[in-house]
């Protein structure tokens, strides 16, 4: 059953809120960075090896080692690290409206009685959404790189999804560039167990830069 949780977890039905998002790409698309498949792949790529390879992904595994081990001070550090990295008001609100939202997603599932840590570890679970994610891999006995992998596409997905409304790309160059860099997630999940703590971090200006000036754009179809 490992497996279908996993794909309840990574899907973009899962409540969350995910498809509200852009994560800046909105403003990027307006100002005229991103107007074709070339330049959103870039972009995407861009995030994916300065954003995700650096700082999610690593944090990811250091909650999912923290669940394993049932450290709920570890557990608690690396969610904030996360919420602390965010760069915006908007970035952070994102972090914490989709934790609170996978929060009650998996404090109303059927088995949650039987699931005393949701309660245990809130403080963890509220600050960041990738906190949710670990716990849940925990106790569904996900595997660490099914989680990473997952996660990683579950981002891909969403950001393409993003893309062909803005850009807008056709469907299937959406498909493509999903092709294209869903085959770079592997070496991505690779890396991430050599990256040590005091390199963790996001290194995407253009990102921030974008996410800020997004928060007072004039008109928009996302949040973030």
């Not at 800046?24 to 498949?37: D, I, L, P, Q, T």
């Not at 997630?185 to 990256?195: D, H, N, P, Q």
């Amino acid at each position: 059953m490992s497996g279908v949780r996993l794909l309840q977890l990574i899907s973009p039905n899962l409540p969350t809120g995910a498809f509200t998002y852009s994560q800046g790409m909105e403003w990027a698309v307006e100002c005229g960075w991103v107007s074709n498949k070339e330049e959103t792949r870039q972009w995407l790529e861009s995030v994916l090896h300065d954003s995700l390879q650096y700082l999610e992904l690593p944090v990811l595994l250091r909650l999912y080692q923290a669940a394993k081990r049932n450290d709920q001070a570890d557990f608690q550090y690396w969610s904030q690290w996360l919420y602390a990295s965010r760069e915006t008001l908007e970035l952070r609100q994102e972090e914490r409206q989709r934790a609170r939202a996978l929060h009650t997603l998996l404090s109303n599932l059927p088995e949650s009685d039987a699931w005393p840590e949701l309660e245990e570890w809130e403080d963890g679970l509220r600050s960041s959404q990738l906190a949710g994610f670990a716990l849940a891999a925990q106790h569904w006995d996900i595997t660490l790189n099914e989680l990473l992998q997952g996660y990683t596409w579950s981002w891909l997905e969403n950001a393409v999804a993003v893309a062909v409304k803005l850009v807008p790309l056709g469907q299937t160059d959406g498909q493509r560039l999903l092709y294209e860099l869903g085959i770079k997630i592997g070496v991505l999940v690779e890396r991430t167990a050599s990256i040590e703590d005091d390199i963790i971090g996001a290194s995407t200006p253009a990102l921030a830069i974008a996410s800020s000036l997004h928060e007072t754009q004039y008109s928009r179809l996302f949040r973030s």
